[in-house]
């Protein structure tokens, strides 16, 4: 009798166990995720930061639209992984399958009968899960979604974007026109934008018809060039008639250069652009034609790798040269995030035509060299290129994720946190077999 009656008993306590097991389990990852987004708050490091000081900017800060707030989890991961630079990419890739495959290895499971049916339904799980990365992935570089503008409190500061493209270079975006070149930056907070195709000037062109009549009212295309001199590439800016003499295919020949400045034409303004290399690099002086500034910050994939790995030595070009910090996006009509933004303080600005202003903005770099501009750049982390750096890149570009969230997005965060977790637990579950 003592035995057919505690047997239920045990039974049942099991069973209440199992269910509160099961309970907890389920809110394992909105209570961690509610940890992190509420610690990240406080501990977090910040969106923004100066590639010179690495501190926070004083008067600039991201802000985003009620169309990205509605999605906000899913743009706020989609614009992380467009900061990465290839390595981390990888890493982050190598990360995800490993974790993939330690969790179909240790999880619960019913078994299958059959060892080709298991493997038939891990094979298939896996396909599934990786075409959704690819997708996922996809959709980060060629699908419509809203960006983070950068906005500055001064009004005379501009932010302009120094290096850019459409579908006028070789490696542009098929259908990537000089207006989606223009909705883009004035998406991501630029005010004037440097249509810098290969070779050619046929994307500001096509543009400069749709400038407005003042630059205060809208983002305007300015000229530019992207050529070789001196054996580096440059993004060369200024007016066609300037610089067409002196092109020689892929090439600018110093020589002509020189003649034309003799000539009365306005001295060459040439930014040094990255991916490339540092080495013999000739800066203007008041006799020479060469640089007068560099890029410190190119969000192209191999343009974020060596901006981070070679930061301190690009700094060091800068300031042993006089050279001008600026931030390219280097963009081919690919991505919707913004990594860097070049700020110049120039009083009067908005009221210019855009001829002015890009003669303005040359006057400043020519004048004030290395005091010219401020550079404000989304803040990724790059412990470096070794292996246990590397390892560490998911759980490290995270932790940034969300200590760059703003107040909205916190909210946003929690609501589709909880929201899924909730629609999770309303769902039916298979009833448990009673206790007999």
């Excluded at 959709?139 to 500055?152: D, H, S, T």
């Excluded at 000089?178 to 930056?185: K, P, Q, V």
């Excluded at 050619?200 to 050529?227: D, K, M, Q």
């Excluded at 590439?233 to 300037?242: N, T």
């Amino acid at each position: 009798m003592i035995t057919q009656t505690r047997a239920p008993l045990r039974t049942a306590s099991g069973a209440r166990a199992a269910i509160l097991v099961d309970r907890l389990r389920a809110l394992f990852w909105p209570l961690a995720i509610t940890a992190v987004v509420l610690l990240s708050a406080l501990f977090g490091p910040a969106a923004l930061r100066e590639p010179v000081r690495g501190a926070m900017p004083v008067g600039a800060r991201l802000e985003v639209g009620g169309d990205y707030l509605v999605l906000a989890p899913l743009y706020a991961i989609l614009d992380t992984l467009s900061l990465l630079t290839l390595d981390q990419h990888y890493a982050v890739l190598a990360t995800l399958i490993l974790a993939f495959v330690l969790w179909r290895a240790l999880r619960r499971r019913r078994r299958t009968r059959g060892w080709r049916r298991r493997a038939a339904v891990e094979l298939g799980f896996a396909a599934a899960c990786l075409l959704g990365l690819v997708a996922f992935y996809a959709f980060g570089i060629i699908g419509p979604r809203p960006m983070a503008a950068l906005v500055v409190d001064d009004p005379s500061a501009i932010i302009v974007d120094f290096h850019s493209h459409t579908d006028h270079s070789h490696d542009g975006r098929a259908g990537f026109d000089a207006e989606d070149n223009r909705e883009w930056h004035a998406s991501a907070g630029f005010h004037g934008v440097y249509v810098s195709d290969h070779r050619t000037y046929g994307g500001y062109a096509e543009g400069a018809a749709g400038n407005p009549e003042r630059a205060g009212e809208g983002t305007v295309l300015l000229p530019a060039l992207e050529i070789k001199f001196a054996g580096k590439y440059a993004s060369v800016l200024g007016s066609a008639w300037r610089y067409r003499a002196a092109m020689d295919g892929n090439h600018l020949i110093a020589d002509s250069l020189y003649r034309a400045v003799a000539a009365g034409a306005p001295r060459p303004t040439l930014v040094l652009t990255i991916p490339g290399g540092l080495d013999d690099i000739p800066a203007a002086t008041p006799d020479s034609i060469g640089y007068v500034a560099v890029e410190v910050s190119d969000a192209s994939p191999r343009g974020l790798e060596q901006s981070r790995r070679d930061r301190a030595r690009i700094l060091a070009l800068a300031d042993s040269l006089d050279l001008a910090l600026v931030a390219s996006s280097n963009n081919h009509g690919w991505g919707r995030t913004a990594a860097a933004w070049t700020v110049l303080t120039i009083p009067g600005w908005r009221a210019m035509t855009p001829q002015r202003l890009s003669t303005a903005i040359e006057r400043k770099l020519h004048a004030e060299r290395r005091g010219a501009t401020r550079v404000v750049e989304r803040r990724i982390p790059y412990p470096g290129a070794t292996p246990l750096a590397l390892a560490l890149t998911l759980p490290v570009i995270t932790w940034q994720m969300f200590g760059g969230l703003g107040g909205a997005e916190r909210a946003v965060w929690l609501l589709w946190t909880w929201g899924i977790a909730l629609g999770v637990a309303l769902l039916p579950r298979p009833r448990r077999p009673r206790a007999t």
